[in-house]
């Protein structure tokens, strides 16, 4: 379903799709297209003013968005980075790959985006400054390069970093087509921008009034004093927005300087680009802080911006998406036929305006946290509802139920679920019957390597209890 006109150039798009996928197609096809998967971590999506977001956040990027297709309902599977990332490199829900405890290692049997495209002959990298990105979870499966970020504090590189090292790459210059999988930082806590840019958003730095894991934010959610909730005051939440404000505009900008690299090594228009999150983040919309800790919108809504090759005009879609419909969506535009399962389905149609609107408006969405100490729940979203099974979370919730009227509370203020016992009881079904259904088409159980890894760095980001 397309809001914004894009009748204009639906026909050029959809020959052009035709041509570059067709097998039986006599004309010579284009070559197959570069991809670039941008992920800044933990950005949601109603902090950019392309989502409605009031501070200007993100018009760095206002020529990609004007080139591209902004999806305005995606969702993420999971509320933090390691089952998330592990939806998205698969294409299958939290419950299918089972990377869904801190620690867990992606399973080397599944085939990630990656390893299609380089089976199939791309040249693959990646870019990961997130810990939980890394080799020693296997989420370097597919990769040819794969460039982590092994330091010892918990100050990761700023994306300019990351930007700089692309140019390296570029400079190479790197066998085409390539596959680059960049997941920057800067988004997630402790909202570090460098000082030259901290003044963008507010026109001066933001007050250090907010302190990552300081006392307060510690004590709500490690400790389970939620009585210091109400020492949360105004300015104590102004300064957490403006930091993470400030974050984001600094990732945009930086953003728009990777689109400009690629548009001077004549790498932009005809590639495929793809920009969005691995989760939202908590801003105190719920009593937290962070992510991981509910399935709330706030940690669940990305962004998600598409630009097909070749792409010059803008459009929006509507219809619920989520992030396993990229693994199809890339395998589509790179022209590559395959027999995997995926849980996923592409989103071609719904850019070129050539889906079926009912059965897109009703994808199926499930969202699964299973962090023990923070938050194991488990969310459906249909019939206009979005239902939560809590089984536990730091608040001391236990086997709970929660439901929100996703069209007339989308910030889930009010829990309906007494309003609507039937519905409740309909979408419990629904819930139980599809995990059941994929746990039986599950992988197998991961393999647990919380002890390996760098503690003291996962604890400085908050990671570690
Ligand atoms: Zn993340």
Redesign the pocket.
């Known amino acids: 379903m397309l809001a914004t006109p894009f009748a204009p150039c639906l026909k050029r798009l959809s020959l052009f799709v035709v041509l570059c996928f067709t097998a039986a197609c006599s004309a010579e096809p284009p070559p197959p297209p570069n991809i670039v998967l941008v ?1 800044i ?2 950005l949601r999506a109603d902090h950019l003013n392309h989502y409605g977001y009031h501070r200007d956040t993100a018009s760095g990027i206002d020529d990609f968005v004007a080139s591209s297709t902004r999806f305005a309902d995606c969702s993420a599977q999971a509320p ?2 390691i089952p ?2 592990a939806s998205l490199f698969t294409g299958l829900n939290t419950a299918r790959h089972r990377t869904n405890t801190f620690g867990a290692a992606l399973p080397t049997e599944f085939t990630t985006v990656a390893e299609s495209l380089q089976q199939n002959g791309w040249n693959t990298a990646a870019i990961s400054f ?1 810990p ?1 990105v890394r080799r020693e979870l296997n989420f370097d499966q597919g990769f040819d390069a794969f460039d982590e970020f092994l330091g010892k504090a918990a100050d990761y590189p700023h994306m300019e970093e990351m930007i700089s090292r692309t140019a390296d790459w570029f400079q190479s210059p790197p066998r085409q087509p390539f596959f680059l999988y960049l997941h920057s ?1 800067n988004v ?1 806590g402790p909202y570090r921008v460098p000082t030259e840019a901290s003044e963008k958003v507010l026109g001066r730095p933001p007050s250090e009034e907010f302190t990552y894991y300081g006392d307060l934010m510690k004590g709500i959610l490690s400790n389970g004093q939620l009585e210091l909730r109400e020492q949360v005051g105004d300015t104590y939440l102004e300064s957490l927005t403006d930091k993470y404000d400030t974050a984001v505009r600094y990732s945009t900008d930086q953003l728009a300087e990777f689109f400009a690299l690629m548009a001077q090594n004549q790498l932009y228009d005809d590639a495929l680009i793809i920009v969005t ?3 939202g983040e908590e801003l105190f919309d719920h009593g937290g802080f962070s ?1 991981g800790w509910s399935l709330h919108s706030e940690s669940l809504h990305v962004p998600l911006f598409i630009k097909l090759p070749g792409q010059r005009q803008g459009g929006v879609v509507e219809s619920r998406v989520n992030l396993i419909d990229l693994f199809p969506t890339i395998l589509e535009v790179a022209g590559i036929r395959s027999e995997l399962n995926l849980d996923g389905s592409s989103l071609v149609p719904l850019i070129l305006g050539n889906g079926d609107p009912d059965s897109d408006q009703e994808r199926e969405r499930l969202t699964q946290t299973d962090w023990d100490r923070r938050c194991v729940a488990r969310g459906i979203s249909a019939r206009g509802f979005r239902l939560v099974e809590i089984e536990r979370n730091y608040e001391g919730l236990r086997n709970v139920v929660r439901m929100y009227d996703l069209a007339g509370d989308p910030r889930e203020e009010d829990d309906v679920s007494a309003q609507h016992p039937q519905i409740v009881q309909e979408l419990r079904r629904e819930l139980h019957r599809r995990f059941d259904e994929l746990a039986r088409a599950a992988g197998p159980q991961p393999e647990n390597r919380k002890g390996q890894l760098d503690q003291e760095r996962l604890r400085a980001l908050g990671y570690v209890e």
């Open positions: 992920v971590d933990a933090w980075t998330s990332v997130n939980g930082m997630h999150a691995d989760h992510h």
